[in-house]
């Protein structure tokens, strides 16, 4: 029987009771195959294995169940068996999170959605389409496509991440400076709370000032107030012939200057940066090539949309400007739609060509103006204390997000690898709060980064989310322990 860890900081009396099981017993065991049906229920170490965890590396599952229910009923019915047994559930998606906000440590029972995958009742007025939670963002994508729209929340998991888990993460991604995140997206969502009632919230209104949005509480909630079983996302009008730069540039306050200077005159729908070390890794293991031969500290990459000749002259001119003021040293564009996907490799690519150094990732933010002081700061505390670590740098710079990956030396043992980020991360996160930053840009707290919530948030505000959890969640059974504890 595994031993339910408690919570760090004081419990609310109410959550005091809360036990999730260790062990299903063959009872509620029966009961969760009378609702989704027998093979529905799986309790094999593959199984458990497989849907325990996402994609952060540094916790062992330990679930006790999955269940992979089909409709809105069964979640229901789910909830409240696991309501009434004490039964901690994590609802899980695509499993591509990174803050481990998916993972099951403690005898969890893993509700897997992804057979709840429905797209339909698609609406061109309204520019609207209902998703089940389980639909994959590439797949709504796709589906935007088909009816002559666009879905333009992006990133390089779109493959595998699911709808209902973007919503649950609030994922942003690489057109976030043009397009905003998955939040800006979806016009409404049906809930089962944690105590087995459905909530249809917003309805796809554009406008409703009827009281507070709680949509928007569960967006980002990271499956803390209950499981998300619909969506209606909204579609939006196809870009026209999209071109990627990619330039070299000496420093981040020349990065932020050029952006500047683009965004004066061109709307970007992306800009992006990496360093020249996450340059190296992407080109030696991709079957990708240097943009040019210059090397420069650092790289942008600019989207930009050419509805005539005249987007790309403008372009050329700025670019020119750039050189001319020294902000950047070479550059490329693209002539096709196959040499944009190459160049938007070189920056989409380094998340999972990284994977193999088991990255610490810090995922944070300030706002834009502020970046190149920051990070500078943040660079010389992990150069000063961590020599021997490798840095790469890269990320969303348009939006004052950027990702500091380190990465595992060979010969050190994951733990202490594990406990060495931490130490750094204390020294990244005061630099992050005398910022006003954020210790989460987009991939969430979950359990990797709960520990450092107050960095970004004040205690009445911490508060509140555990009042507005137990208002949603008063047995605490959905997903506890991530965000916080209670
Ligand atoms: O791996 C990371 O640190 C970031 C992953 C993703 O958010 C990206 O921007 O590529
Ligand atoms: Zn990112």
Known sequence: MLPYAPPESAPCEKYRRIRPVAQLDSEILAALKDIVGEERVLTDPESLQYYGRDWTRFYEPAPSAVVLPGTIEE????????????????????????????????????????RMNNIGDFDPVDRTVRCGPGVVTEQLQQFAEQQGLYYPVDFA??????????????????KVIRHGMTRDWVAGLKLVTGTGELLDLNRGLIKNNAGYDLRHLVIGAEGTLGVVVEATMRLDRPPRDLAVMVLGVPDMTAIMRVLAAFQGEIELSAFEFFSELALQKVVAHQALQRPFETITEYYALLEFEQPDAAAMERAMA????????????????????????NLWRLREDISETITPWTPYKNDISTTISRVPEFLAEVEAVVNENYPDFEIIWFGHIGDGNVHLNILKPESLDIDAFREQCGEVSRWVFEIVQRHGGSVSAEHGVGLLKKAYLHYSRDPAEIGIMKQIKLAFDPHGIMNPGKIFDL
């Open 157 to 174: 998991s779109a493959g595998s991440s699911q709808i209902g888990g973007n919503i649950a993460t609030n994922a942003g991604g690489i």
């Open 75 to 114: 979640v229901q019915a789910l909830v409240r068996l696991a309501a009434s047994s004490s039964l901690a559930i994590v609802p899980s998606g695509g499993r591509t999170g990174l803050s481990a906000g998916a993972v099951a440590v403690n005898g969890e029972l893993v509700m897997a959605l992804d």
């Open 318 to 341: 700025l670019f020119a400007h750039c050189v001319e003021q020294g902000w950047v040293y070479d550059g490329t564009v693209s002539q096709s739609v196959a040499q944009a996907e």
